[in-house]
């Protein structure tokens, strides 16, 4: 088998890390015992600098490229993101709710000359309305009625977080902890 880089990492199809390999699961290490891997990772992904330092733990993780990418800076050791997102009315793209809807009113005068106590100008029920008679000069003729209206719709949903995850097979990452010293380029 080829000699790896110490400090490389790789998915290992096993639950367990091979021989001069060790979990990536942040696990705390020795300075003393590592030198060589600790002057490849400094305390990036954590540990005191002075005797101890971490690997890196990609548990339930996905691994990025450091760097400008996408747009986005991403510091090497660093940590972000989330496997479930609650969207707000913000998040959700412009659009409108539209409730058509016809009101008929009667041209039809009433019977009574003047509205009395309890009296509807329409009938229970009904979305028909009625006017009632004109007296004392008022006009007999029908009015030009223009009427808007608007409607509300009630809040719905229950705030329930939605998972962002993609489909993904776990496997467990391992990284070099004996072999060669990678020289820079």
Avoid at 145 to 171: D, E, F
Wanted: include cysteine; proline fraction near 6%.
């Amino acid at each position: 088998m080829m000699e790896e880089f110490i400090g490389v990492v790789k998915l290992f199809a096993g639950n367990f890390a091979p021989r001069g390999w060790a979990l990536c699961n942040g696990q705390i290490m020795s300075i003393a015992q590592n030198s060589a891997l600790f002057s490849i990772l400094g305390t990036t992904y954590g540990g005191n600098g002075q005797t101890t330092f971490a690997l890196p733990n990609l548990q339930g993780s996905v691994a990025i490229g450091s760097g400008n990418g996408g747009g986005s800076n991403y510091v090497l050791g660093e940590v972000a993101g989330t496997p479930t997102v609650s969207l707000l009315t913000s998040n959700l793209p412009a659009h409108v709710h539209a409730g058509p809807g016809t009101l008929a009113v009667s041209s039809a005068n009433s019977t009574d000359a003047v509205p009395i106590a309890g009296a509807s100008i329409a009938t229970p029920g009904s979305i028909v309305a009625r006017a009632f008679a004109p007296t004392l000069g008022f006009a007999t003729s029908t009015p030009n009625v223009n009427l808007t209206t608007s409607i509300v719709t009630g809040a719905t949903g229950n705030n329930i977080p939605v998972s962002i995850m993609q489909p993904y097979l776990a496997l467990t990452y391992i990284i070099c902890l004996e072999g060669i010293f990678p020289t820079r380029n």
